[in-house]
């Protein structure tokens, strides 16, 4: 449903682009005679405006990426900062096999069984050494009570554990699974659902890999002695939720909040990142008269970053504006901040920011305008919005924030525009 909505506001978005791009090239005109060749000696001011506020409605909404739809699981262990923790579910072990030119037979043995977990070490951090440790978290509770999930990351449920020092680390990394423990799941059909968690001799963070990188974790053990007898190779794989049945897909392997003691958000602020990821959703108020009676040169966007001392906060991110497609007709806010017009059309560029900086921060947004003004009052026009979030989303704790329309006047969102006046013919 969401694609298609996505798909129908495209269609009459990518119209509207060629109207953006005509009024695009409107922003190397400079003031005075706009079109010698054409209408010499006629004068044509470009003016500008300040509009604040601008904004008609600001929020920070949180839960991104959805469940098991990251491109990594951000593994940490911050102290009293972050925790950060990896479930792997391996609900189908093989129980049957059939030796070459014979009959398929039970499994009876599972020898030198090993999990094998892939490492991105991509902005990693790694004390002197780093702890591993592999839980068994399978539970009867629902699939996204994380508390259940969490409080199973006990020692009673710990079934193997690596220490590395940091030179050890690679991006491979084997646990030895018991022989006799995975036996007994395998015979009596229980899942196997594997909790990683880190433990350093220092702050330790690093990414695991997941199925939407292609770099999936996975079981293998030996069935048999008979040398013909090939590995078997376990991938994960989830059997629950039912319904809605794709959702099973998603919770192969995801990321699990424990802790994130990160400051609260406040009346005043926005944010975008940060674990689990938010975005900041923006919709916006502007005056008719503007759009209708002028030609927009230039819209700059400008917000005033607020300073963030912790975790990450010298780490440099990008965060990017994208246009929203979904119409007013959709109200909710989490599904709106989720269907949206690929990054890069309508809204240009990006901003590059470290958590700790400060100071005002611009995104160019004038072919946007074009796009509303050319859709008011239809019946699939968008939102007048956007949404702000990191590029890497829900990849690492560095989260960024800004002041919102309910900040004081020198720092909230205002938008300065560029246009030229509608130029009318006639005699005087």
Known sequence: MTRLLLRRALSVLFVASAAAALGACNEHLDAGSACPSLCPGLSVPIKDTVLSPVLAFDTTLVGYPSVGTELGIPLASRGDTLDVRGVIRFDSLVTFFAPPADTSRPVTQADTAILRVRINLTQSRLPASVRFEAYDVDTIADDGNTAAVLALFRPDRLFSARTLTRAEITDSLIFPISSGWLMQKIQTGARLRVGIRLVGSGPVSLRLHTIETGLQSEIRYYVSTDTAVKQIIVAPYSKTPLEPALLAYDYRDYAVVA????????NQALATGGVPARRTYLRFNIPQWLLDSNTVVRATLQLTQ?????????????????????????????????ILIPQGMFVGDSIRVAPADSGVRSLEINSLLTVWKSQAGTAEAPQRAIVLLQTEEGLHGAEVRFFNARAAAAVRPRLRVSYIPRVTFGVP
């Open 259 to 266: 802790r994130n003691a990160l400051p609260a958000i406040g």
């Open 306 to 338: 607020i300073p963030m001392r912790g975790f990450d906060q010298g780490d440099s991110v990008t965060i990017h504006g994208q246009a929203v497609a979904a119409t007013s007709l959709i109200t909710d806010l989490y599904r709106s901040s989720q």
